[in-house]
């Protein structure tokens, strides 16, 4: 099976819209709150770029947009990630090389950029074991599973970089928005990929802090 990347964007794009809500609260918490407006603008202009663009691949259109269009300090680390992508499946015989290549690539490219490394607080948290899972074979769940599981450990950790490096522990015991979203590209893999994977719904994995139920 081929992942058909227009459909996973498209799914991203949905996984960022239920999660708006939360991603703006845990920003807000640790950053200055644009996060969850940045991650769902992005998307938003990718699908209409995807509508314009279709014989283009789909995942560089994705990387241009957040590279030339989105703000803040994460579009242009998000655009880094989507382009490694896009170049190692062009490039790949095979396609699950291709992924772990490029979430390899793309992650290197984000810490030669952000200088941030694993416990620092940030979207590596999320990326690195998403790496090591694909670099080890695992399945798209199970990456996507590592993916959100470090994000949520970020919870536990106090920020090094970035805006959360301002509010010492007032961010304590929610996790870093960036990690977050960045872990729904992965839970919008698998859920394209193997959607029998029993992942779980997004509103289910990223609450609104604070919010019962």
């Known amino acids: 099976m081929t992942i058909d990347q227009a459909q996973l964007l498209r799914t991203y794009a949905e996984a960022a819209e239920t999660a708006h809500q939360a991603l703006t609260a845990l920003d807000q918490i640790s950053g200055d709150g644009d996060f969850g407006d940045n991650l769902r603008e992005g998307l938003r202009w990718t699908v209409a770029a995807l509508d314009a663009r279709p014989q283009e691949p789909a995942m560089a259109v994705a990387g241009s947009v957040f590279l030339d269009k989105v703000g803040g300090t994460s579009g242009p680390l998000i655009g880094l990630l989507l382009s490694a992508i896009s170049r190692a499946l062009t490039d ?18 984000i810490q030669r950029v952000g200088e941030a490394e694993p416990g620092d607080r940030t979207m590596v948290d999320a990326l690195v074991p998403a790496r090591d899972a694909l670099d080890a074979g695992a399945s798209y769940a199970d990456g ?16 090094r970089r970035g805006r959360a490096s301002y509010v010492g522990d007032r961010a304590l015991g929610t996790p870093d928005p960036g990690a977050t979203g960045i872990a729904l590209l992965f839970w919008a893999l698998a859920r394209v990929a193997e959607p029998d994977s029993g992942l779980g719904e997004v509103n289910e994995l990223v609450p609104v802090p604070g919010k019962a139920g």
């Open 92 to 109: 790949a015989s095979d396609e699950r090389e291709g992924w772990a290549t490029g979430v390899r690539e793309g992650l290197a490219a």
């Open 144 to 159: 996507a599973r590592a993916a959100l599981a470090g994000a949520a450990a970020t919870a536990d950790i106090r920020a």
